[in-house]
């Protein structure tokens, strides 16, 4: 009958330590998804920023100042417009040889 109960008793300890190591493991799992979801929300949230910065810097308004104060540019001019002109050399066929 003792071995019978010492039996027990080590069952009944092997579950207690079984049910508090996960219990253990299940706190630590719900952490770690409460951090990845906080960091997923992160994420999105600062993805959302980008996108409206990159919406913000795609503008017409945007470019065409860039392009005047940093790569110097100027809107198309007819007074300093060059016009090149096309000799009338007739363009060979195509599929054909050439001598």
Partial sequence: MIRFNLVLLLAVLASAFYLVHTQYES????TAL????ALTHKLNTEHEQLQV???????PA?????????LQMRPVNPAITQYV???????????????
């Fill in 34 to 37: 409460d951090r990845a979801q």
């Fill in 27 to 30: 706190r630590r799992l719900y």
């Fill in 62 to 70: 945007r470019i065409q100042q860039l392009a005047i104060l940093q």
């Fill in 53 to 59: 910065r990159k919406r913000a810097e795609a503008t």
């Fill in 85 to 99: 002109s096309v000799s009338q050399s007739p363009a060979p066929a195509l599929g054909t040889a050439q001598p």
